[in-house]
């Protein structure tokens, strides 16, 4: 028997997760709930949205199944959701994409699983205003962030015996930060002979994933990317509402459906339980029990099939109907052809331990001097010490001495020193000692090189 933190959450949250109450307890799945409370009514009581005693309760049981909860817009308390993430490092976010027969959409046989990274990449939160013209977010892509998101896609198709991964990425454009998450994607893969590996451009998966869904199976992706690109496979099966979901860490789980609170229709008893049904049956497939998962999600199906469906797919069932026309249908265990897995340790991967620049070699070899101007500037100086200024540039685009080109330039430029050998921290600050005075810098980059003279930083475009 494992026990299982549940959160109802609010809105809509209350009425699915009395339907899936309702379901366990009739298919007699191993599954005890323990309640805990977070959302717009905890604040209420306890003056927090998400309790201490709720993050304990995940805690101690590992695994959790959270109802939707409202984020006020504009103010108000933080998003549970984005808490609970970060408390429990939840790492991958997993989205199945399997057609449901009787949902009508464009496509019938659609079965991928869709793996995103789930804490870095523009999600990290770090964004600056530069100047009153420029807003900058840094997108931070890692080696142990990656490897830990790709390592749980491979270990997930290993285990649900799927055939391929395909890495999806952006790196010819982000050559070191989607250059890193795919050279970790090759990497692991050479650990997984087994299952087939390959990579895809983003803009290109979008129109594969259109045109010919069947080329993929089990995908993994940055955190943006996997944002956007799982919103369009949960609209190949039939929008949010039967999009399940779930958030995986080392040694925790919660898992969730996609869609919201819902309060256009909360307490009317007309909502859809089948998202937060099949994010409860991938629940049970993360704990082993595939049986009980089968189970379940065959007799959801069915009920589909037969035309029993709530409003919103175009039926007339209400949420009570929807859900007593599912616990009739639940086949006998005899006809389930999965077998539950004894109860295994919580799922780990391990983390890599952080390497320092100087163990690998890395050498300093310039700056780049982010500054806010209004004009060019004329006045840096061509050299500081051994640093010689390579190139100003505006966008990403170096700014030519003579040029006679009007392109529009921002209030935000970049001077680059570099050179030719190592510099010594001296060097460094006697260049911002001299620049200091003359610009008004917003940020500074350090640029290293490897011992081997491959440059770790872009390029400058050319104009
Ligand atoms: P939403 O997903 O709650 O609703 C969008 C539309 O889909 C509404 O018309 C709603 O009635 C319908 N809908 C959603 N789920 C349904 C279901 N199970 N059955 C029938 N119809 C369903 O998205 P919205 O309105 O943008 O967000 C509402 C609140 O939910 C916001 O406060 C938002 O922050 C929060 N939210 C919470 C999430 C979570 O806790 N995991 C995820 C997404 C949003």
């Avoid at 830990?148 to 930060?177: E, M, P």
């Avoid at 969730?256 to 998202?275: L, M, Q, Y």
């Avoid at 320092?356 to 060019?376: C, K, R, Y």
Wanted: glycine content about 8%.
């Amino acid at each position: 028997m494992y026990t299982i933190t549940l959160i109802r959450g609010d809105g809509i949250g209350p009425e699915i997760a009395e339907s899936v109450i309702e379901i366990f307890a009739a298919a007699e799945a191993p599954v005890q709930w323990e309640e805990a409370y977070a959302g717009r009514a905890c604040l209420e009581r306890f003056g927090t949205p998400i309790p201490e005693a709720t993050l304990e309760s995940i805690r101690r049981n590992r695994v959790a199944l959270k109802g939707p909860t409202t984020t006020p817009i504009g103010g108000g308390h933080r998003s549970i959701n984005v808490a609970i993430r970060k408390a429990f490092e939840l790492f991958a976010n997993v989205r199945p994409a399997r057609s449901i027969p009787g949902v009508q959409t464009r496509y019938n046989d659609i079965d991928l699983i869709l793996v995103r990274e789930n804490i870095e990449d523009t999600y990290a939160g770090v964004e600056y205003w530069q100047t009153p013209d420029v807003a900058e977010s840094l997108r931070l892509i890692s080696r142990p962030g990656s490897s830990a998101v790709i390592r749980y896609a491979f270990d997930l198709a290993r285990r649900l015996g799927r055939r391929k991964v395909t890495c999806v990425h952006k790196a010819n454009i982000q050559k070191l930060s989607d250059g890193l998450f795919l050279e970790c994607f090759c990497a692991i893969a050479q650990d997984y002979p087994d299952i087939m590996s390959d990579d895809i451009l983003v803009d290109n998966a979008c129109m594969q994933l259109v045109m010919r869904p069947e080329r993929f199976d089990v995908m993994v992706l940055p955190n943006l990317f996997g944002d956007i690109v799982s919103d369009l496979c949960a609209g190949l099966i039939g929008g949010l509402g039967v999009a399940p979901g779930g958030n995986i860490g080392n040694g925790y789980a919660v898992f969730e459906a996609v869609h919201g609170s819902a309060p256009d229709i909360a307490g009317k008893g007309i909502a859809n339980p089948t998202a937060f049904i099949l994010s409860a049956v991938q629940m049970l497939h993360h704990l082993g029990l595939h049986a009980d998962a089968e189970r379940i999600e065959n007799a959801l199906r069915y009920t589909l099939v037969s035309g029993i469906k709530t409003r919103d797919l175009g039926g007339n069932a209400n949420t009570r109907e929807f859900t007593k026309a599912i616990i009739s249908n639940l086949p006998p265990r005899s006809q389930v052809q999965a077998q539950n897995e004894p109860v295994g340790e919580p799922y780990r991967t391990p983390m890599l331990p952080p390497r320092s620049t100087e163990n690998e070699g890395w050498q300093t070899v310039g700056m780049d001097i982010f500054f806010h101007a209004l004009q060019p500037p004329t006045n840096l100086p061509e050299r500081v010490g051994s640093l010689r200024l390579q190139v100003i540039s505006n966008r990403g685009v170096a700014l030519e001495a003579n040029s006679s080109d009007e392109r529009y330039l921002l209030n935000w430029f970049r001077a680059r020193y570099v050179a030719e050998q190592p510099v010594s921290e001296a060097e460094l600050a006697e260049l911002m000692n001299t620049l200091a005075p003359r610009l008004h810098w917003t940020t500074l980059q350090r640029l290293y090189r490897t011992r081997e003279g491959i440059d770790l930083f872009s390029p400058i475009l050319a104009e």
